[in-house]
């Protein structure tokens, strides 16, 4: 899922050559496209639309007034006294109130995520019992509601990677529905654009050096705008565009 096995797998090998001196590297990026004229005139537009934005307040939701967490984890054991790995998934459910259809949409989600903890269980359990200060483990924590409307509701999550070393990775995700429909939108639904030119906006906002794809980035919804964020937090300021 979003290639984050492949990120875990080189992450740890460098972990065990390295003595437990990690530090995380900017994910790669595909190499960079022509930028065409119109486009360039879209990121200009953009930006300057996006410099004279007047930010509300967020807002914030109580989530048990919109739905409930469920937990689900697994622990793997290398013998009854050697703890190898263990994950836990904080799955939000909406409550009645919303589209029964949008469950089953989360549902398969959390289910890709439980398929992507469960090979990486596979891959830790098979390197043997390593000497390390923490026990591996994955995590998808329930971050919160960060938008509702009567067209979508937009989710965000945390998914943490601990390799057994003293620092925990994090891994935003953002899920965004459509209350219509049930279905996960994406942002050129939202923006009538094409994903083309919001990754050239995007990655033009931010700075970038080198483009970065939709492993890289993602989106929420506010109540006037839509939030681009890069995945890995704290590394390049969130693009906040009018919607």
Not at 13 to 36: G, R
Not at 82 to 94: P, R
Not at 116 to 143: A, I
């Amino acid at each position: 899922m979003k290639k984050k096995l492949l990120w875990i797998s080189l992450a740890y090998i460098c972990f065990i050559l390295t003595a437990c001196n990690n530090n995380a590297e900017n994910p790669s990026s595909q190499t960079k496209n022509n930028v065409t004229t119109d486009s360039l005139e879209i990121i200009e537009t953009v930006i300057n639309n996006n410099q004279e934005i007047d930010l509300p307040d967020e807002s914030t939701y109580d989530t048990a007034e919109y739905g409930e967490i469920r937990e689900y984890g697994g622990e793997f054991y290398f013998d009854e006294n050697n703890k190898g790995y263990y994950y836990n998934l904080e799955c939000f459910y909406l409550n009645s109130e919303f589209l029964y259809t949008m469950n089953e949409t989360l549902e398969k989600i959390y289910d890709k995520y439980l398929e992507q903890y469960l090979q990486t269980e596979d891959w830790y359990m098979e390197q043997g019992q390593q000497d390390l200060p923490n026990v591996p483990y994955s995590k998808l924590q329930f971050l919160g509601i960060k938008y509702i409307d009567n067209d979508y509701v937009s989710l965000l999550f945390d998914d943490i990677t601990h390799m057994g070393s003293a620092t925990a990775y994090s891994f935003y995700d953002a899920i965004t529905l459509d209350r219509h429909t049930g279905a996960e939108v994406s942002a050129s639904e939202i923006l009538e654009m094409s994903d083309t030119e919001i990754l050239e906006t995007v990655n033009e906002l931010m700075g970038l050096d080198e483009d970065a794809d939709w492993n890289d980035l993602d989106f929420y919804l506010e109540d006037k705008h839509i939030v681009f964020f890069y995945r890995m937090p704290g590394i390049w300021e969130d693009v906040i565009l009018d919607r």
